[in-house]
């Protein structure tokens, strides 16, 4: 039996939250929609585990992944988790619940993105709930 880990969904046009997954590729590959990608932009020990074709795919972006300046480094297409992962081991872990919740608040709202002569731009919004609507 396969051990679940515990990481933090994030979807476009939602609010991110924990799930739980099973710790196999396969399980992973189907959160994501695809092959997997690692891709680790932070100081601490987590990665972004993305689709790695979600660009080319024409998945749906997602969010930004931005430098301590506020510049966009990247922009993330389609569905991705973030899982914990510490140097020394070399399968993804639960995120520990300080982590889960600084990530959660930092991928806290979804963005819309435009093009911009000075190149993309990201605008947060509050996404409209079923509970919100008439």
């Known amino acids: 039996m396969n051990e679940k880990i515990t990481v ?12 739980e997954i099973e710790d196999t590729l396969e399980a992973m590959q189907e959160v994501v929609g695809g092959d997997i ?6 100081d601490d020990e987590v990665a972004i585990i993305c689709n790695e074709e ?7 972006l997602n969010r930004a992944v931005y430098s301590k300046d506020k510049q966009i480094l990247d ?9 914990y992962a510490p ?20 991928f806290r ?4 993105f435009y093009k911009t002569p000075a190149g993309v731009e990201a605008k ?11």
């Open 8 to 19: 933090l969904l994030v979807e476009p046009g939602k609010y991110p939250k924990p799930i």
């Open 37 to 42: 990608e690692e891709y680790m932009p932070f």
């Open 54 to 60: 979600g660009k080319m795919n024409g998945s749906e």
């Open 75 to 83: 922009v993330i297409a389609g569905k991705f988790f973030i899982a």
């Open 87 to 106: 140097f020394e081991s070399e399968s993804f872990l639960s995120m520990p619940k300080d982590l889960m919740k600084k990530y959660e608040d930092k």
């Open 109 to 112: 709202y979804p963005e819309k």
């Open 124 to 134: 947060a919004y509050k996404p409209v709930s079923k509970d919100m609507e008439r």
